[in-house]
């Protein structure tokens, strides 16, 4: 194994992550009052009789000499990468050993499939060492299982779990992960089985996080790099002047990337899903907005220069399209209408036919819709579906779409004007074609020719739209966490041991006051019923029939349109769609300047000061 | 304008460039003996009656009081954007007014170009502190207007600098715009204009280099953000487990940048397009060897993990197809049938009878070619032809057409394996339609149908190929300048006033052992005429006709096999393949430990290790 330079230097005792003062030494633990839920809370204490209700508490520093019985954890990687999950576990195994180096920690590999697989590693200080302050999920692996009790797994993690005598399970995920959490927490408690259940909040997507959970680890790290890159491209997007760069941006459900990201770097264009839900635009809304920000930047001179602003900026978030609430209907739609011909859909061969049949089969409004797209996606939803049956929407290259699109509305715009230019055009032609041996009757056409040519062009050419695509996930997903990041996740998985040690179950790892110096954070943590409401999940049987299904979930943070970082970009965008305000923020740091290196996210900035 | 913290600090004084201890007082000028140049001496001599043969020249410290009289400067940034063009500007003014504080430094805007419209800006001060250390050429911006003499482009630019008082220009550039500062050296010498050219070596390509220049500025920055991102990228296929990562780099016409993105971060493949040529491969030849690895990977298993590695890395330079021999044949060719038969061609509206006509007009040899490429590429290569007329191989998305190509010879591996098998399924499925009121027959053969789709399940998803594509270049051409490339930009640039004031012209500037510590470096000045050989230029005229035009150049440095850099990868990169030594570089740090902060590329350090 070959190790960067960077990363050598990042292992070094000196560089390793900080804890907050509360959890250095011994702590005491300081419990509030009883909870609620967020909301719901009849059916959410009925679900939860074992688990419900329990305090928020917080670690403070303590005198006591504090002494621990050996205990065995087990820790699970779920879900999508995050920059930090190392260092999540590698916080878990030093509050565990400190409290008694005989304490054990056993990873599971490759996510809770592995959990109920049992395949397991004891993870040993060398291991760990190798790990900490780096990105990726690779110690352990990860994967996508959802832990169900119908499906007969969370006997199965029970018998895993005694088998190596593990009284704790620590399950690092995002907002699904976090609900399965407290539902095994519940599971265990009420068979009295003796294994408590402490999740930890992960997700680059930033949408795990409410009154009581500031962050998501992994958000400030992926946010920082696609910062960077956007920055660099937006530099060339002024040196060149000459391409418009259309970006997209991971993260499906909810829009924070994004914004987080045009907070950073002042692009010319941000679309935020939420809000062109709560608006309730159309595609050809965004579309026609595109459009008239390129031909309105195209009057714009430069200062002296003779260089019309034929360049720019646009930031998409990956679940745009379906936020759009024409598509989103259409989708539900087109989901049902394919499961349930899907015999007689498959008797059509050629694209075209299977488009006509689609269309003749939607209802009037959504079939409207439908047509409107451009053909490549109307055959990408009717041709691609997962093994669900549902149209696979994450398919589409939006980033593309859109500049197509944008690319056919500036087409339109020139053809009135080009139009009758293009008639003269052809009518010359046909007389040159005519008179091509009599020189004489020629000199002249051909002058004519030139000179409407010359007209030609410069409609032709007027916008100059130019455009670049770009995708960005894989690339942040896995980066070495930011110091705030590396920082952050050692604080949870040391105040994830805490919460074990505390005899805690159903709780989430919660370290607060992170815009503060580390020393300041404060540690604890929240019963995550008190996150939780219900809400209809829809069901679908194999003929495509919907139903609902009411669950208990912990709510997906979106970005609210009257929250601070909203408000924020939306008294700013409008400076930066024609007077060019692009920020650099360069790559992340890890030495240097504490301004430069310890910033927590603008996101979190904003939010924390409205407190 | 917003200014990030990053470019805030690194503005400070403490943060500026350093010069070698040569550069920072008074200089003594060595004169070496008289060059040759680098091949076709008769030739280029007679080509450059004034400027032919003068010697390489060394500054080195001296203790003499030196003043020189005020000059006027002009300057232009030329083509492509490199990491480190605005240190280079900076260093020339820091250098003409510490010589005199009255020389003036006049930027041309919009490069080449900027100079022949006159379009110029007087540098300050304040000017030049806002864009020291950044990114992006956006100071003066740059463009790519060729300077020829035939299009009286010389004499215009006379009259420019006649104008401004200007006596030197420095043209900041690649080989190309070098080859041109030579030219205009040698013309404003030979017509006695005083007016002097010095050349500085650009591009991020890392192509203009030689036994006299050691490296072209901004190839060690955009390197180094390519591999941050290759790294991460990494890191997320060993973490997920589950894509094969096409990653295309910018660089058309060598492979360097993807040569040092492997050594950087030891990808599963790569692809190193001279390699391409010299063994005289094939589109196939490189499609077999990934679907080879892909398959051999697929039955290696990850310790004592069942997964099998279906995942990996393969980097791609922008160039590859244009390397392709028998493809580049075929360029050739449908380059002159496409002008030849222009309007015949043009009568075909249809797709298919458009390619159908284009191979009827080519060679045999060429013709197999064609029909063997995927038939979007085809389309593509007879569809988009640029302004000149060539076919656009640049649009030719390489990365997703070897991850195509890919996927239909992995299926086609699968072909034989499933035919049978499906083919009983369509048997069994109609026996089933025809029992299907029949419950005690039909529960057998749902059965049996159940077995086979049992076995066809694994061979259908055998190597489980998902491929994500990437392509990285604007994120990496206008990235604030890595420390070494701060250093290297601000001294060719403070150089170029040395040289300037030394009286020379025709000369590139030039600082080499910079893989020693700043202090050590050496600065001094190569005649441009000593890098230069004769080359066939091939012209066309309007029918397409070929002829060849007899040009002076500096040859382009491509990818040597027998140079140290490639050795070095062809030595590690079997093991590479199939063991997983992925490094992981991390973003650029600009404090810090100098192991990870003033580093060269391995490129560099590896060729100076020869010496």
Redesign the interface.
């Known amino acids: ?10 292992a070094k005792e000196a560089n390793l992550p900080k804890l907050p003062k509360s959890l250095k030494g011994a702590v005491k633990i300081e419990e509030g009052k009883p909870t609620e839920s967020a909301g719901d809370r009849e059916e959410i204490r009925k679900l939860f009789p074992n688990t419900y209700g329990a305090p928020v508490v917080t670690f403070v520093e303590s005198k006591d000499n504090q002494s621990f019985p050996p205990i065995n954890v087990g820790v699970i990687l779920s879900g ?2 995050a920059p930090g999950g190392h260092n999540v576990i590698a916080g878990l195994f030093k509050g565990l050993k400190t409290a008694n180096t005989a304490s054990k920690l056993y990873g599971f ?2 996510g809770p499939g592995g959990l109920l697989k049992g ?1 397991n590693v004891l993870l040993e200080e060398a291991t760990i060492n190798q790990y900490i302050n ?5 110690i352990i ?2 994967d996508r299982t959802k832990l169900q009790e119908k499906a007969g797994h969370f006997e199965r993690a029970k018998e895993v779990l005694n088998k190596l005598e593990i009284s704790a399970l620590v399950i690092i995920g995002g907002d699904d992960s976090n609900t399965n959490a407290c539902v095994l927490a519940e599971y265990f408690k009420k068979n009295k089985l003796g294994i408590q259940v402490i999740g930890c909040p992960k997700t680059i997507d930033g949408d795990l996080k409410n009154e009581q959970i500031e962050t998501s680890f992994g958000f400030d790290t992926a946010c920082k ?1 696609y910062s ?2 956007i ?3 937006q ?7 000459k ?1 418009w ?1 259309f970006i997209k941006l991971m993260g499906r459900s909810a829009s924070h990337i994004a914004l987080e990201c045009a907070l950073q770097t ?1 692009p010319n264009y941000c679309i935020i899903s939420e809000e062109v839900e709560k608006k309730n635009l159309t595609l050809d809304d965004i579309i026609t907005t595109l459009k008239d920000l390129i031909i309105e930047r195209n009057t714009l001179k430069e200062g ?2 003779d ?1 019309p602003k034929n360049f720019g900026t646009v930031l998409i978030p990956e679940g745009l399209i379906e936020f759009i609430p024409a598509i989103k209907k259409l989708i539900e739609e087109l989901n049902v209408v394919l499961a349930q011909n899907d015999a007689e859909f498959k008797k059509f061969v050629k694209k075209r036919e299977q488009v006509s049949y689609i269309i003749s089969k939607l209802s009037e409004e959504n079939a409207k819709v439908y047509e409107s797209l451009p053909e490549s996606v109307a055959r990408q939803l009717a041709l691609d579906r997962d093994s669900h049956g549902n149209v696979q929407v994450s398919l589409i290259e939006t980033e593309k779409l859109l500049a197509d699109m944008v690319k056919a509305a500036l087409k339109a715009e020139e053809e009135p004007l080009l139009q009758p230019l293009l008639e003269e055009k052809a009518k010359l032609d046909a007389k040159i074609k005519l008179y091509a041996e009599d020189k004489a009757k020629l000199q002249p056409l051909l002058e004519e020719k030139a000179e409407l040519d010359a007209k030609i062009k410069p409609i032709k050419n007027k916008y100059n739209f130019s455009p ?1 695509t ?1 995708f960005f996930g ?7 966490p930011s110091i705030y990041d590396a920082n952050y996740c050692y604080a949870l998985g040391y105040n994830a041991s805490k919460l074990i040690l505390a005899g805690k179950t159903g709780y989430m790892s919660s370290v607060r006051n992170t815009t503060a110096p580390v020393d300041e954070w404060i540690a604890g943590g929240i019963p995550i019923t008190m996150m939780m409401n219900m809400e209809n999940k829809p069901i679908k049987d194999k003929d495509g029939k919907l139903s609902v299904e009411r669950v208990p979930v912990i709510q997906k943070a979106l970005v609210k349109l009257d929250d601070a970082p909203f408000r924020e970009f939306a008294s700013k965008r409008k400076g930066w769609e024609t007077e060019d ?1 692009y ?11 504490p ?2 290196c310890e ?1 927590p996210t603008i996101t979190l900035q904003l939010e924390q000061k409205k407190h």
Chains 1, 2 share one sequence.
């Not at 780096?134 to 690779?138: E, I, P, S, V």
């Not at 530099?235 to 002047?241: G, H, L, V």
Request: glycine fraction near 12%; charged fraction near 25%; hydrophobic fraction near 30%.
């Open positions: 194994m070959t190790i960067s330079a960077l990363q050598l230097e990042r999508g990468q590999k490759m395949n780096t990105g990726g999920f690779d692996g990860s790099v960077e890159v920055g660099n491209i530099r060339d997007c002024n040196s060149a002047k391409y760069h002042h002296d220069k260089t670049q770009h894989y690339e942040g997903r896995c980066a070495a305000d920020v650099y923020p360069g790559p992340i740091q890890f030495w240097g300047p301004e430069v910033r």
